[in-house]
């Protein structure tokens, strides 16, 4: 199994930044990607951006382009989503998981991930 710990989330206000982390313990060596998913109450989990932990290479939803970068260390086993311009409607719960899927358009689907954070409440006011 994989543990994953987000932490950094906060309140914000509109336009500011924010830079979440999320620690990975246990079976790391099976995590071929590691991906950010956030969800608004009343609304379902929304796909953020993924990474592929070896390589590096990003793949982001289009709301997320421009404004958020994923990042890792695999050395501290450690992604981060780093959040600028943040805006009212990113308020969500932010959640990292891990997928073993090599296919990058599989990491958008929530279903593709074995694992899960607890997640970290991000809220923006306006």
């Known amino acids: 199994q994989v543990q994953l710990v987000e932490s950094g989330g906060g309140l914000v206000q509109a336009g500011g930044s924010l830079r979440l982390s999320c620690a990975a313990s246990g079976r790391t060596f099976s995590m071929y990607a590691m991906g950010w998913f956030r969800q608004a109450p009343g609304k379902e989990r929304e796909f953020v951006g993924a990474i592929n932990w070896s390589s590096g290479f990003t793949y982001y939803a289009d709301s997320a382009k421009g404004r958020f970068t994923i990042s890792r260390d695999n050395a501290k086993n450690t992604a981060s989503l780093q959040m600028n311009s943040l805006k009212p409607e990113d308020t969500a719960a932010y959640f990292c998981?891990?997928?073993?899927?090599?296919?990058?358009?599989?990491?958008?689907?929530?279903?593709?991930?074995?694992?899960w954070g607890q997640g970290t409440q991000v809220t923006v006011s306006s």
């Open positions: 998981a891990t997928t073993s899927s090599p296919l990058a358009w599989h990491w958008t689907s929530s279903g593709r991930y074995d694992y």
